[in-house]
Nanobody, 115 residues
């Protein structure tokens, strides 16, 4: 079993920055993929970014150039650095960890960007 805890969310003005963290614990395999999703009010959940255990990353086009993903494998933690935030980035952000055929989800954390 794997547990995920997100932190670092909150309220920020447009143009500001936040760094989300996702700490994983439990039975974590050396090969895995960690992802961030977000769900805005009234919208479907969408993929934002992912990073493999080898460090390969990819981010959604809407956040490319503004969001950066990194991870510390020793701490089993992934970071989502969010810069130049826009009101449309307001959402609940979820962290996931996928290994073998199982995906684990965090509880989510609110990010609110005011105009």
């Amino acid at each position: 079993q794997v547990q995920l805890v997100e932190s670092g969310g909150g309220l920020v003005q447009a143009g500001g920055s936040l760094r989300l963290s996702c700490a994983a614990s439990g039975s974590i395999l050396s090969i895995n993929v960690m992802r961030w999703y977000r769900q805005a009010p009234g919208k479907q959940r969408e993929w934002v970014a992912h990073i493999t255990s080898a460090g390969s990353t990819n981010v959604e086009d809407a956040v490319k150039g503004r969001f950066t993903l990194s991870r510390d494998n020793a701490k089993n933690t992934v970071y989502l650095q969010m810069n130049s935030l826009k009101p449309e980035d307001t959402a609940v952000y979820f962290c996931t960890l996928s290994q073998k055929v199982t995906t684990y989800w965090g509880q989510g954390i609110q990010v609110t960007v005011s105009p």
